[in-house]
Structures are given as C-alpha cells and as structure tokens.
C-alpha cells in the first residue's frame, strides 16, 4: 500500500482483542513516518506486539492545541503521520478534534482507517433500536450535574449511549434508574471483546441490583446503553422538539405552513401537526 506524504491517517485499534486490528491499519503504521499516540507507553506495547518499530509521538488532551501546530508542520514539510488513541476510534471521546480541524484547515489531507470503537460494538449487541440512537460519551463525573443531563435526556426518544468509568458505573446507574424509571430498557456491555466480557439486556431496575450485588461488575471498561422514552400519547404523540418547533414557526406563518415547514424539519406527520396546532388555536379563542 503507498503512503501519501503529507497526509494525516487516522488509524482505529483494538478495544482489547488485539486480532481486531485491521491489514491496513497494520500497512500504515508500519509506513508512516510517525504515530501521533495518547499515550506514547501505553501504544509502544501495542506496537511491539504487531513488530512496528515507527517513531512515536505524543498527542493528549493536555497538549493536543499546542501539538497540533507541530503536526500540521511536519505533514507540510511531506511527513506522513498516523493518529491513534489508547484503544478504539481516535476522536471517539477522545483527543483528535483539533488537530484534525488545524489538518483541513490547512488544506491537507485526511485519511479515515475505520475500526472498532466501543459505541458501535456496545450498539451492535444491544438488542436495542440503532436506527436512530444518540451517543452521549461521558456524562458529567459529579452528581448534581450528571442528574441534571439526565434529567434532560429524560424524554430522549432515541436509544442512548453512554460510556462509563467503573468507579462511577453504580452511582450512574442509580441516578439513570432516579431520571428515567425502573422499567426503562438498560444494556450494559462491560470488557467488550476481552476475556471477561459481559454482556446484558435487562431493565435500569434489575441492573442496577444486578451490578450492586456484584463487585466484579464494577470492574474494566464499561458502556450503557438505555432504550429511549416511549412516545407520549397526549398531543398526538407528538415530541416536545416538534411542538417548539411548531410554534415558532406559527408565529411567522399561516397554520397550514407551519404545520408542513415543522413536519419537514422535525420528520412528524404533517397531519398531527396541523390537527395539533388546530385544537391548540381553538382552544385560546
Ligand atoms: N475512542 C474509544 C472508542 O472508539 O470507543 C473510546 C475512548 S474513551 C476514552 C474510553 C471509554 O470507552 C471507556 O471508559 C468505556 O466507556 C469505553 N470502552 C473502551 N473500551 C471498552 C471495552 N473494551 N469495553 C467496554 N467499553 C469500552
């Protein structure tokens, strides 16, 4: 395979299971000039094991705006260098995003290897709706602020995901359990494709004593995955995002258009919007 000099590959890699590596990802780290890695020990290992011995360098969130500056230079001066992170999809709630930005911004080229990543594989397995889903990474690590997210998340109709540090994994859960109810649809995907690997479907109740009862489930990496809350059957089962929707746009609009303009932006039936915007001015006279 040709490396392209001045190029900026960004390379997935294993959540554990290190067969998970793809061929090209291995073609590329071995030819790049240089590997941009979270964390420069944590990747050597990695590297070892495939037998690569390409130059590495650091790029965390601690330093990622000041290095990108750097990474940018080097890929102008024809260097080609591969950006990987601790495990999974770089950028994937993990450092990336600026340098990528600085990358395009320059007028340089991007090249995407695909691979694992804990939101896809965690979603992949669930059982639960993935046609529409919302990923919501890593919730806020202190209580108050992480059930006042959750709170907002409440009515969310699409499935969502969340990843988890295991330290946290029970209060979370309790919290969810405080913001969406006992019976709201839970999945838990713990060491995903490593030798303890869990997997369970159950309801936010059951998991959250399930995983309270065990200590080992507080353990390693974790991602929850929650069904999202059931359409209301007042207003037409019409979502609050569409009902806002609708009355900004009434407010500028004859009904019969603003019940088409918000059926297109929000994907409601148009029908309902208007039957709903009806009843609503009937109401008011
Ligand atoms: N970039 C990564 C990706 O593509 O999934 C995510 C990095 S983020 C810093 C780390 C989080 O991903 C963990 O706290 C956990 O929620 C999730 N994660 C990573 N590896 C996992 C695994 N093997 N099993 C379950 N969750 C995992």
């Given at each position: 395979m040709s490396i392209e000099a001045g190029t900026l590959y960004i390379v997935a890699t294993p959540l554990g299971n290190l067969g998970d590596i793809s061929a090209r990802a291995l073609e590329v780290l071995s030819a790049v000039d240089t590997i941009a890695a979270e964390d420069t020990r944590h990747s050597a290992r990695l590297l070892q094991h495939y037998g690569i011995n390409t130059r590495l360098?650091?790029?965390h969130e601690h330093n990622e705006r000041q290095a990108s500056g750097g990474i940018v230079r080097r890929l102008q001066a024809g260097e080609s260098i591969a950006l990987i992170s601790d495990a999974g999809t770089p950028l994937i709630s993990?450092?990336?995003y600026h340098l990528a930005r600085a990358v395009h911004e320059a007028g340089l080229r991007?090249?995407?290897?695909?691979?694992?990543?804990?939101?896809?594989t965690a979603l992949s397995v669930s059982g639960l709706p993935t046609d529409h889903f919302c990923f919501e990474g890593f919730l806020p690590a202190k209580g108050g602020a992480r059930r006042k997210r959750l709170e907002a998340l409440a009515a969310e109709p699409r499935t969502l995901v969340f990843y988890e540090a295991p330290h946290r994994i029970l209060d979370t859960l309790q919290d969810m359990r405080?913001?969406?109810?006992d019976e709201r649809p839970a999945f838990l995907a713990r060491e995903l494709t490593k030798s303890f690997e869990t997997l369970r479907l159950t309801t936010l109740a059951e998991l959250c004593e399930w995983v309270a009862a065990d200590p080992n489930q507080q353990r390693g990496e974790c991602v929850l995955v929650l069904g999202g809350a059931?359409?209301?059957d007042d207003e037409e089962g019409l979502p609050d995002e569409a009902l806002r929707t609708l009355a900004i746009l009434r407010e500028e609009l004859p009904l019969?258009?603003?019940?088409?303009?918000?059926?297109?932006l929000t994907g409601e039936k148009k029908n309902a919007l208007y039957k709903y915007a009806l009843e609503q001015e009937n109401s008011d006279d």
């Open positions: 360098i650091a790029l993990d450092p990336g991007l090249v995407p290897l695909p691979g694992p990543s804990a939101l896809t405080d913001a969406f109810g059931e359409r209301r019969k258009q603003a019940a088409a303009l918000a059926a297109k």
